[in-house]
């Protein structure tokens, strides 16, 4: 399955990567086209401290500012990738505001990354609904993900 970051380079041409928030296990983004800044896309990536140690100075390149699967897929360590079932949320004022459009829903899915077997990180992605259609399902937050997107998100 491809990665996020080669649907978007092949659908929009080049993209850039803005770290909104990042600390030792928890990182904002989103995923902005070159040409115009729009967003396409917000993620929330929680890393377990396990993780960090079995990916070792890999994962300092992802934190220095690295696309995450495109780093790990670089690096040759052994890991797996699970992805849950797109599906839709209500967006706040806030993550319509990023996306540049109306409140309304937006496409979101669940990733899993294990390093070594090791769970890694978890990423919760939003797509904007302008470029992704919104899913079918209804699904809720978890919630420390709304509590870090109403911390870091301004509406």
Do not use: W
Request: hydrophobic share 35%; charged share 20%; glycine share 8%.
């Amino acid at each position: 399955m491809p990665l996020i970051s080669e649907n978007f380079r092949n659908t929009f041409g080049d993209i850039r990567l803005q770290v909104i928030f990042q600390d030792k296990t928890t990182r904002l983004s989103c995923i902005r086209q070159a040409a115009n800044n729009e967003a396409l896309s917000f993620h929330i990536v929680l890393f377990a401290e396990t993780g960090i140690k079995a990916l070792g100075t890999i994962h300092e390149k992802i934190v220095a500012g690295g696309l995450l699967g495109e780093v790990i897929q670089a690096s040759e360590v052994p890991y797996t990738r699970t992805v849950s079932e797109k599906s839709s949320i209500e967006m706040d004022s806030a993550l319509a505001s990023l996306f540049g459009t109306e409140k309304g829903r937006c496409t979101t899915e669940r990733i899993e990354y294990l390093v070594r077997g090791i769970p890694y990180a978890t990423i919760y992605e939003f797509y904007n609904p302008k470029y992704t259609p919104v899913a079918q399902l209804s699904g809720t937050l978890n919630p420390k993900v709304k509590t870090l997107m109403q911390k870091y998100l301004s509406g």
